[in-house]
């Protein structure tokens, strides 16, 4: 059963193809291909196999076409393939399928006359419809046929091919720009190196030029030898890479080998031989397109070619356009080396000039070619600076008709991206690009990062005071604040609490074994910094005990009747006293403060410890120690070097890390921790009040 089926879909699809191969052939004798319409004529096949089937129809014909060597045949099949893709009867891909399939059959001359059939339907390769499924089959024909074809013999069928490229595509198009700035380091000129053996040739053709021409031409061809040969040539290989004249040495070379050349082409001037002669026998010789494909190197030509007028002007132009790369310095990959010297910028131009000057010279229309390249040079030039935009799309966004409310399609056009790398190295005016706005806004709000890190605006920290004043509020059990809601027990907010406790005084770091959880030490902290908010307490109060700081000695009593402990003095603002440490705390230490603890510093080892609690490097600590009193030197420089951050506060931070706590009572009483200013008695006397409570240190 199953073998009856297959034969009957095969018997089905045999029959459809040849009414689909009889429409296509009808269509090919008429240029309405009205045939089309008549593929499906009493077929009951879907939208999809009508495709499939005349997309095989199709390739049968063109085959056929290519067996009889029939080249008109096979492109009116490439024309109804357009029409039978336009009209959805085959697959888009076809008609480009069937194009690659004739240019890989055909020879070289068949192909350069077909070709003239894809120029000729350039419209329709770019239309909306073909031209995204069809670029890159059209792109891989080109190359095809490039690589078959010789730059030497189908010069002319290669410039075809690439023109049609360039309209194909899109002037933007990535792919055709050569966004990187590459050279093609392949095209090598080979000349003759064997100098013994040329000097000979060119002896012998000056001796044969010299018999033959007058007394100039014969001095002419005396100019010409193989030195002057071998320094032409070699200057076709800085034509080719140009980057490398930006070395010192290949650079006077150019120099030295471009000037002999020119001073050759001075001394020697042409004439319009041609014309002079006879001009009625050549109307148009003026108009005549004379080229070199690739300049043939031999030595024995060398004297020949000197003397031609468009062998000169092809030299000449290819300097012009030599020095207008070096001189160029906004090209996008040119690294910071590849700059011209104010040396290389004063030969140039006085070259140029004088180049232009033998332009103007050449015969025919000297002046004429000389405003043409200056034209062609300086659109050139506007060129480069189009590439070294980003290549810029110059297609506009269309109209909207009037009524339209639907919004028009973003086309703005995208800069070169500038990358970080492009921005550091600049001078400091201008501004760093980061890759977002808003990053770049705030990198260049202040060039110094330094300056910008102390600036009054940054001082951010809220005092203690405003920062508690809420949770203070919400502690009374008369405010009516269930516990869930209150800010000491939001960890966010101890967090805060803790971070501005730490950032406001280094003794928020005594530890203290009487408070076991966060709120309730932000309760004592709070109690303590906002006394009017807290409950009056009914215990009687503590009598102060004379110290060196009668504020600090109050507070610290009210902070153990509160928390059944002597607290240490965790903030610094509590208190007209502590206001005043604070503010000392803040500023910087005075050239005699520094003198008082470098005087009190003389235990070594005590002095290499606080060097190293000071950030001092043991290759510093030794370069230091070799001196007499290295102790003021060392803090000297940690003052200069911290800047704003060298307080009072830190260096008393560090003399208690290191154990000199005596050195802070010299110097800075004000600011020691209660453990470090109590004398033995009153320790002894705390603990005759109470017991049960100890200090911790």
Known sequence: MAAMTATHDLGLSSRVLT???????????QTSHTCLDRLTDGLDINKTEEKQLCDIALKEILYSQLKEADVQGCLAVIQVALVAAKRSSCSLGTPFILLEDIFDCLTVPDCEASFSFVEDNLDEWRSKLLLTTGKNYL???CNNLLRRLSTLRNTVFCGRIQLFLAQLFPLDEKSALNIMGAFNLDNVTVFATNEAINEDNFAEQTTIRADESSQADGEAAKAVDYALYKKFWSIQDYFRWPNQLYERKNWLNLVSNASAVLAVFSQHKLDNIQLKSNPSQHPDAEADSVYFPKNLTSERLFDLQMGDTHFRRHFLIQLLILFQYLADRDVKFKTPQQTPTDEMTLWINKTTEKVYSLLEESPPNGPTLVQTIRHVLSREGMWNSWKNDGCRSFLTRPCEPAGSESPAPNTKNRARRITIADSFGQPPAKQINLGSRELTRLWNIEPDNMKACRAENRKCFPELESFFEEAAEQLPPEAGVEDEYKLILQPNYQWRSLRLLARKSSHFFQPSATVKTVPE???????KTLP???????????PSTPTHEPNEAAEAAAAAAAVAAPAPHEDLKAGAGADESAEQAEQQPSEQEIEKIAASLDDEGKKYDLAVQLDFKDDEIDTLKKESGWERKMLLQW?????A????????????????????HAVYPKLLPAEYNEEPDAAAAAGEHDSGEKMET
């Open 139 to 141: 792109l891989r024909m």
């Open 645 to 664: 951050d060298a307080t009072i506060a830190n260096l008393v931070q560090s003399l208690i890390d290191v154990g000199l706590h005596n050195t802070v």
């Open 639 to 643: 003052l200069s070097r911290e800047g």
């Open 521 to 527: 030490f932000l309760k004592t902290i709070i109690q």
């Open 19 to 29: 009414q689909f191969k009889s429409c296509i052939a009808g269509s090919l004798a």
């Open 532 to 542: 009017q908010h807290s409950k009056p307490a009914s215990t009687p109060s503590v």
